[in-house]
């Protein structure tokens, strides 16, 4: 490998949509992908699978929860290849419908992977994004439900072109204290801890698409979350309507946006449309 090479990543790969995401990347893209995923031995066999395939996708361990393990790999990606050149995090949980396991635990061990774990990986990893990079955050479309769901303050809030990074922490940090308290829902919170926490995924693009359009404008990366739609995986069960393959379609897309394209830059993408906020 040489620091010329181009490279991409996609967090959560050793199945469901970010198995297909590389897959699909392993197909179309020009420069190396490497497949992460938290548990060593099922990324290695996921690995494995794809080379059956004929695909050549390289390994490499990642807990997003784990700092350590980040910044692991991100010190693999600045010696191996210099930067990076496309991110997709795709790395969550959800709890099933009928968990029994209290509201405040779920929304706290939610918040935690699915918010700040992403977060935690923008923070090392955007640094090291080259020019014309792409960054592909998948979201869902039940932010944009938990959104409608919201009081009205928490709603204009939420969709502020001007909200920081810090106040936004500060809000999933207060969901979760709500809940722990039993006020979320007088608070003005949603009952879908799921929700909110892609809520903070689809804010949370917005404001990193407002830093780089800010301080790289030059570089011409561009940065989107996007919604896989409904996807049979192990989160959502039999019943969805679609293949990981076709859940793997928009962010693919914008994964692999030409190199002169515009946008879309901060946008929340289904379907390979923009959806308003």
């Not at 949980?93 to 396991?101: L, M, Q, R, V």
């Amino acid at each position: 490998m040489s620091s010329c090479s181009r490279v991409a990543l996609v967090t959560g790969a050793n199945k469901g949509i970010g198995f297909a995401i590389t897959r699909d990347l392993c197909r179309r893209f020009s420069g190396d992908v490497v497949l992460t995923a938290r548990d060593s031995a099922r990324g290695r066999a996921a690995v494995q699978q794809l080379q059956a395939e004929g695909l050549r996708p390289r390994f490499h361990q990642l807990d997003i929860d784990d700092l350590q393990s980040i910044r692991a790999l991100r010190d693999f990606l600045r010696k191996e290849y210099g930067g990076l050149d496309v991110l997709v995090n795709n790395a969550g949980i959800a709890f099933k419908g009928n968990d029994p396991t209290p509201f405040h635990i779920k929304a706290e061990v939610t918040m935690k992977t699915n918010f700040f774990g992403t977060r935690d990986v923008s923070t090392e990893l955007l640094p090291l994004m080259k020019p014309q990079g792409r960054v592909v955050n998948v979201s869902s479309m039940e932010s944009l439900r938990a959104l409608k769901n919201c009081s009205p303050e928490l709603q204009q809030k939420f969709r502020s072109d001007t909200i920081s990074e810090e106040e936004l922490v500060g809000l999933m940090n207060k969901f979760v204290e709500d809940t722990r308290n039993g006020v979320h829902q007088r608070e003005g919170w949603p009952n879908s801890t799921y929700g909110v926490t892609k809520i903070g995924i689809t804010v949370l693009s917005r404001i990193h698409a407002r830093n780089l359009s800010a301080h790289r404008r030059g570089d011409k990366i561009l940065l989107n979350a996007c919604c896989p739609g409904w996807v049979r995986t192990d989160l959502t069960g039999p019943q969805a309507p679609k293949s990981p393959e076709e859940g793997a379609e928009t962010p693919v897309f914008l994964a692999l946006l030409p190199s002169d394209a515009e946008g879309p830059h901060g946008q929340l993408v289904t379907e390979k449309k923009v959806v308003k906020w």
